[in-house]
C-alpha cells in the first residue's frame, strides 16, 4: 500500500509561483513514476507531467516551460514547480503513483496505481 499526500497548494495571484510537494509512504519510492495531474470543476481530470524512476520528465504540451517536476527520492517526495501561473491554472492538483518501474511516460489516469486526495490551487486574476 502506498500513500500519498499533497501539500503547497493556496491561493496566489496571476503571474505568481507555487511548488506543490507530493509526500510518499509505503513501498519503495526511488522505484515508481510518479504523475502529476489536475482537475478544475466541471471538468475532466487532465494530465500535467511525468517523471520517471530515473528523473526522465515529460509534460503537458500546453503546460511546458512553466511548469517542472522534480523528485528527492531520499525524502520519498516528488515536486511540482509551477510558474506564471494563470487563472485558468485553477484546481485541484493530484500526485499519483506507477509502482511499475516504468521509463515510458504515463498520461492516463488508469495507468497509475495510487492517488493522492489533492491540493487546491487557486489562481486570482
Known amino acids: 500500500q502506498v500513500l500519498l499526500v499533497e501539500s503547497g497548494g493556496g491561493l496566489v495571484q496571476a503571474g505568481g509561483s507555487l511548488r506543490l510537494s507530493c509526500a510518499a509512504s509505503?513501498?519503495?519510492?526511488?522505484?515508481?513514476?510518479m504523475g502529476w495531474f489536475r482537475q478544475a470543476p466541471g471538468k475532466e481530470r487532465e494530465f500535467v507531467g511525468w517523471?520517471?524512476?530515473?528523473?526522465?520528465?515529460y509534460y503537458a504540451d500546453s503546460l511546458k516551460g512553466r511548469f517542472t517536476i522534480s523528485r528527492r527520492n531520499a525524502a520519498n517526495t516528488v515536486y511540482l514547480q509551477m510558474n506564471a501561473l494563470q487563472p485558468e491554472d485553477t484546481a485541484v492538483y493530484y500526485c499519483?503513483?506507477?509502482?511499475?518501474?516504468?521509463?515510458?511516460?504515463?498520461?492516463?489516469?488508469?495507468?497509475?496505481?495510487?492517488w493522492g486526495q489533492g491540493t487546491q490551487v487557486t489562481v486570482s486574476s
Open positions: 509505503g513501498g519503495t519510492f526511488s522505484n515508481y513514476a
Open positions: 517523471i520517471s524512476p530515473i528523473s526522465s520528465t
Open positions: 499519483a503513483a506507477d509502482t511499475t518501474y516504468n521509463i515510458v511516460p504515463r498520461r492516463t489516469t488508469r495507468e497509475y496505481d495510487y
